[in-house]
């Protein structure tokens, strides 16, 4: 069952929800014992603030090495390498990770100057960073967001960054999704650490976040990039290298066999992320009252698979959403709150896939 799980919790204190997450877990009863190697891979793309949507918030590195050393692990390192074109070290210093590895002590590898072993995985000759097969327990730290070429990225391609420079080069020759799936059969993925506070709408380098300010848990990577997919309005089979991951292996994309854990519940906290242009655009269409940030956000991206369908035209009532509209009628909302309304979308928070076809369906 423990496969299965996918664990939630909300709010603003970054570090310490990492913390309470990982204890309702129970990692460290996962870990072999206290002289593994564990590393930590988050998503250090480009020499960015987490702010802006593209990277690995630093305050999970900070509460999982806690977490970690309190009980009695000390055999921590984080490896990461940006994209071909970006200096590790740069992304290293802008998103905060220099501190982070001065404060606790552990050190930082650079795959990009790491070496590197070709693998046979699953049929097909992969390089990847020996520090990363070296390692003896790997917590991928992925950021939930979308992606111009793939449509979203998380736990499965943030191992991306697990290869040198050339072999990043080469995986677009070959289309990305293929070598991504085989990539995942031989590189580890023990827990899997979901940066769901402000990721993109769909740009791998960031510049539009969408604040949802959740961290998520899984055990299975697989399982993560589907739930992922319904959170951004996309059906699991339109994501290539994740179906093909299932065939190979790698783990199960059938949600319906999913058991959320919830650690706490999402709240209406009234701290906002600036909206960029583009976001605010699309906000343009909601009406939100003390909304939590999981439901609104979850109606952003499914406005915006709206948009890119070209079917934001002509004049709409506008979708309500929030604690504020409890117990009170309107033309049409989403989310439990607005259950009152004649057309309403149950759900605490409902995905945007859901709320995709709910809006298809009844927003004229």
């Known amino acids: 069952m423990k496969k299965k799980e996918i664990l939630f919790i909300h709010g603003t204190d970054y570090k310490n929800m990492t913390k309470k997450l990982l204890e309702r877990a129970n990692l460290a009863g996962a870990i072999p014992h206290r002289d593994t190697k564990i590393a930590l891979k988050p998503n250090l793309v480009a020499a960015q603030d ?48 220099d501190k982070v590895c001065r404060e606790y002590q552990v050190p930082f590898v650079d795959l990009q100057k790491d070496s590197y072993t070709e693998c046979d995985a699953r049929g097909m000759k992969l390089k990847v960073c020996d ?9 991928n730290m992925p950021v939930l967001k979308g992606h111009c070429q793939t449509k979203i990225t998380c736990a499965l391609k943030n191992n991306k960054g697990v290869i040198p420079n050339s072999e990043k080069r080469r995986y677009h020759t070959m289309g990305l999704h293929k070598p991504i799936a085989h990539l995942n059969t031989v590189v580890r993925n023990d827990f ?29 990577p697989v399982l993560c990039d589907a ?15 994740l179906t093909l ?3 190979l ?8 066999q999913s058991r959320p854990v919830f650690v706490n519940q999402p709240e209406h906290t009234g701290q906002t992320i600036s909206m960029t242009r583009r976001v605010e655009k699309l906000a343009g269409y909601a009406r939100p009252k003390d909304a939590c940030s999981a439901c609104y956000g979850s109606l952003i991206y499914a406005l915006d698979r709206l948009e890119s369908r070209g079917c934001l035209k002509g004049k709409r009532p506008p979708v309500c959403i929030g604690q504020g509209y409890k117990g009170k009628t309107g033309e049409i909302g989403v989310g439990q709150c607005t259950s009152c309304f004649q057309k309403s979308l149950k759900g605490c928070p409902p995905k945007a896939v859901e709320i995709l076809k709910f809006l298809e369906e009844n927003w004229k």
């Not at 987490?50 to 509460?63: D, K, P, Q, R």
């Not at 292996?249 to 319906?256: E, H, K, P, R, Y």
């Open 245 to 247: 991951a299932e065939k």
């Open 50 to 97: 987490a702010s802006n949507g593209a990277t690995t918030h630093w305050e999970l590195a900070a509460g999982t090495i806690e977490y970690l050393k309190e009980h009695g692990f000390s055999s921590i390192l984080i490896m990461e390498s940006s994209w071909v074109g970006e200096k590790t070290d740069r992304s290293v210093r802008a998103s905060g990770y």
């Open 249 to 256: 292996g790698v783990g199960s994309a059938d949600l319906s």
């Open 131 to 139: 520090t990363a097969l070296q390692a003896e327990f790997v917590i």
């Open 227 to 241: 739930f992922v997919c319904e959170t951004m309005g996309y059906r699991p089979e339109e994501v290539s290298y």
């Open 192 to 220: 899997i650490l979901v940066d769901n506070i402000c990721g993109d709408l769909d740009f791998e380098e960031g510049g539009n976040p969408v604040e949802m300010n959740r961290i998520l848990g899984f055990w299975d």
